[in-house]
């Protein structure tokens, strides 16, 4: 939804995508999502993709480094590019840290939905027409049966009370695989469930 925005908004120009992934893994850090699933879906969006690869879990100190260096190589490619676009929605803390970093490296952050409320931008997203499927769950917050199922209205209506229908507090994790925004949605095969640090729940997706 940060990207839906940003592209319908005409004071900005969307350049590229970042994501971080994990070195030992190849995989997007947190959400486990295959990093060739992940290259379809920059390509299926028709924006390049710059990779911050990293290994994980990262302390503070290292994660700012390969995120400095990340940048300088988007700076290298677009070198009037100045803004980091989040999709943070509540987490004042992770904000913060964000705009502290970003303003030490010469960057500004930018957070396109925050403080939407939540219910409200999930709904929103489904009747956009974009299409997504969990990643992952956090067990210590959500029943592991959640893990895999299509991000849609059942799905929400089944969350209990105290978990957030965007995830926003580490819940679940998600992939778009379908949208508007894409020129192509990407088929995707559901692969083997595993459970990583004894907590989290994960479903392996491949590309079809």
Known sequence: MTLDRLLADPQWKVEALLTTLDLASDRVAMHDVRAD???AQATALDLPLIEMPIDWPA????????????????R????????????????ADIRAWREVLLDRLGWQAI???WHRPTRELAA????????????????????????GREFDRGFLAELPDAVDPCGENGEFHT??????????????V??????????????DYRLR
């Open 37 to 39: 699933v992940l290259r």
């Open 59 to 74: 302390s503070n100190e290292i994660y700012a480094a390969a995120f400095a260096a990340a940048l300088e190589r988007a």
């Open 76 to 91: 290298e490619r677009t070198p009037v590019v100045r803004h980091v676009a989040f999709g943070d929605l509540f987490l």
């Open 111 to 113: 957070f396109p939905l």
């Open 124 to 147: 929103e997203f489904i009747a956009r027409g974009h299409c997504a499927r969990v990643t992952t769950v956090d067990l210590e917050q959500l029943d592991g049966g959640f893990c």
């Open 175 to 188: 992939f778009c695989h379908g949208s508007p925004l894409f020129n192509r949605d990407l088929a995707l």
């Open 190 to 203: 559901t692969g083997a469930s595993t459970t990583r640090a004894g907590r989290f729940r994960c479903i």
